[in-house]
């Protein structure tokens, strides 16, 4: 029989960049489910399409550069349009970027601190207007901003100035009674080794990684996406703050 119950997230409208995969993605599902109407973003069409056959007639897709000022502010022309206001604004859109620090280049460093790090920064300030009062922010850092790992240095300072920034723009807009946080991710099975490298090897490195985590499993997106919900929506009393999903691999 039908349920004619409301979702838990009805009428409330969100925008989640880096929404088309992944984490985002489980998010959106997650929110949409519960009846929330959602924009996510996404740099390619084909991936925002596959998505949107997921989401149904609740979810919008755009395509959106976080690397890019024009973007971003046609983001936020595109969001008041659609939404007028909105109730949660999840910042996800990211690269990772594994190199050696030998190795590292000039342009390689700006890509990943313009994407993680800039591209956050004006996001929010740029859809801080449509923001309505009692609002959440999330933004996605990372545990390697806390535990030092090879090949991810550049990556790993993009993620420390998303923490930090958390706190900065958790103070600023605490005047218009906005929230800020942010939801750190450990390893999080997102099928992205699968796709990334042959079978084989994805097997192996899931299963190193799985014995460097404390609870010896990976994550799930679904995990990580109940947080963001709650950061964004429940936490009413918690603002720039950073929340572990992990398995403990910071904590212990």
């Known amino acids: 029989m039908e349920s004619f119950n409301k979702g838990k997230f009805s009428d409330k409208k969100v925008v989640i960049t880096g929404g088309s995969s992944g984490i985002g993605l489980a998010t959106a599902k997650l929110l949409v489910d519960e009846g929330a109407q959602v924009l996510i973003t996404g740099r390619t069409q084909a991936t925002l399409d596959a998505a949107r056959e997921q989401l149904g007639n609740n979810a919008i897709t755009v395509i959106s550069d976080a690397a890019s000022s024009k973007d971003i502010a046609a983001l936020a022309d595109r969001v008041k349009a659609e939404f007028g206001t909105i109730d949660a604004l999840f910042v996800n859109a990211g690269v990772t970027g594994f190199v050696p620090f030998e190795t590292m280049t000039e342009e390689k460093y700006d890509e990943i601190l313009t994407i993680n790090a800039k591209g956050p920064y004006f996001t929010v300030q740029k859809l801080a207007p449509l923001l309505s009062s009692g609002s959440g922010v999330v933004l996605t850092t990372s545990i390697v901003n806390v535990v030092g790992l090879p090949m991810l240095s550049a990556y790993a300072a993009s993620k420390a100035a998303l923490r930090s920034m958390t706190r900065g723009l958790a103070r600023e807009l605490l005047p218009r009674n906005i929230r800020v946080n942010a939801v750190s991710p450990g390893v999080i099975d997102t099928g992205i ?60």
């Not at 990334?196 to 010896?216: G, H, N, V, Y």
């Not at 950061?231 to 918690?238: D, M, N, R, S, V």
């Open 193 to 252: 080794m699968e796709k990334s490298m042959p079978e084989e090897a994805a097997k192996q490195t899931k299963e190193q990684m799985r014995q460097q985590i404390p609870m010896l499993r990976l994550g799930d997106p679904v995990e990580v996406a109940k947080t963001v919900a709650f950061l964004a929506f429940e936490a009413t009393y918690t603002t720039g703050a950073e929340f572990p999903v992990d398995g403990g691999g910071s904590q212990i």
